[in-house]
């Protein structure tokens, strides 16, 4: 199972995310560095934690997207790149894209795979539209949910169950799908154990990533047990809940 560190981008900082408040993110403090930079950040991931694959949620896109005027801003256009080509990091980015133009945009930064996350998501014509025109390997859907209720501004998709979602994602060819519960975000309140089990169990084949409440290294084995395919992570290890050694273990350990 692979541990993918979240960087919340938010004015060229790295911010602390917490129940998906964005209105009182704050620049985030970590015994990894001293900076809330973007790039030192990432640095940090991969030099003190071995982790070069990031997941970057550009705040600011998200929130232009949705004011209805979606852009990427130059300055993280910039980070992006920077990430992509001079750090060598494999970069999965959540900048609010929601048709195949606007990932095509989020891919030429440099990103390996774009999130087209439910939150922004307004059609459901985009959610049969983009699998079908761009690599599996490129695309990652975020399902962004709140207390068991899929969010998004697409009413198809909102008027789904969370196992319901999944299923009409997996039947549109989307092979890899994030469960990220935002009301768990920077709590450490622990994952939705009843719904990751009941997808594992329903959609075998989906490749299932999980984000949101994450606590500890005991919690990121009992993900790996029931075969989840990743875990994102950021306050565990901005706090050191996870550390090198327990990455290490994560991926020696059967």
Same mark, same amino acid.
């Given at each position: 199972?692979?541990?993918? &560190?979240?960087?919340?981008?938010?004015?060229?900082?790295?911010?602390?995310?917490?129940?998906?408040?964005?209105?009182?993110?704050?620049?985030?403090?970590? +015994?990894?560095?001293?900076?809330?930079? &973007?790039?030192?950040?990432?640095?940090?991931?991969?030099? %003190?934690?071995?982790?070069?694959?990031?997941? +970057?949620?550009?705040?600011?896109?998200?929130?232009? =997207?949705?004011?209805?005027?979606?852009?990427?801003?130059?300055?993280?256009?910039?980070?992006?790149?920077?990430?992509?080509?001079?750090?060598?990091?494999?970069?999965?980015?959540?900048?609010?894209?929601?048709?195949?133009?606007?990932?095509?945009?989020?891919?030429? *930064?440099? =990103?390996?795979?774009?999130?087209?996350?439910?939150?922004?998501? *307004?059609?459901?014509?985009?959610?049969?539209?983009?699998?079908? =025109?761009?690599?599996?390997?490129?695309?990652?859907?975020?399902?962004?949910?709140?207390?068991?209720?899929?969010?998004?501004?697409?009413?198809?998709?909102?008027?789904?169950?969370?196992?319901?979602?999944?299923?009409?994602? =997996?039947?549109?060819?989307?092979?890899?799908?994030?469960?990220?519960?935002?009301?768990?975000?920077?709590?450490?309140?622990?994952?939705?154990?009843?719904?990751?089990?009941?997808?594992?169990?329903?959609?075998?084949?989906?490749?299932?990533?999980?984000?949101?409440?994450?606590?500890?290294?005991?919690?990121?084995?009992?993900? %790996?047990?029931?075969? +989840?395919?990743?875990?994102?992570?950021?306050?565990?290890?901005?706090?050191?809940?996870? *550390?090198?050694?327990?990455?290490?273990?994560? %991926?020696?350990?059967?």
């Amino acid at each position: 199972m692979r541990v993918i &560190p979240v960087m919340d981008v938010r004015q060229g900082q790295v911010v602390h995310a917490l129940r998906g408040e964005r209105e009182h993110y704050r620049p985030v403090t970590s +015994v990894l560095t001293d900076s809330a930079e &973007p790039r030192a950040v990432a640095a940090a991931f991969r030099d %003190k934690l071995g982790l070069s694959e990031v997941y +970057v949620a550009d705040l600011d896109a998200i929130q232009a =997207a949705h004011s209805g005027r979606w852009a990427l801003s130059t300055r993280h256009q910039e980070v992006l790149t920077s990430l992509a080509h001079q750090e060598g990091l494999h970069l999965l980015v959540d900048a609010a894209a929601a048709d195949v133009p606007s990932a095509l945009e989020v891919l030429a *930064t440099g =990103a390996s795979q774009v999130v087209i996350g439910a939150e922004t998501l *307004t059609t459901w014509e985009a959610v049969l539209a983009l699998p079908a =025109a761009l690599p599996a390997g490129r695309l990652v859907f975020s399902l962004d949910m709140r207390a068991g209720q899929v969010l998004s501004r697409c009413p198809q998709l909102a008027a789904l169950s969370p196992l319901e979602a999944l299923e009409s994602l =997996a039947q549109a060819g989307w092979w890899e799908v994030i469960l990220l519960d935002l009301g768990r975000v920077g709590t450490g309140a622990g994952v939705d154990w009843a719904l990751i089990a009941a997808a594992r169990e329903r959609l075998p084949d989906l490749a299932l990533l999980i984000g949101g409440g994450i606590r500890n290294r005991d919690e990121l084995h009992d993900l %790996k047990a029931l075969g +989840v395919a990743a875990a994102l992570v950021a306050t565990a290890l901005h706090q050191g809940r996870v *550390t090198a050694e327990d990455i290490a273990a994560l %991926k020696r350990d059967p």
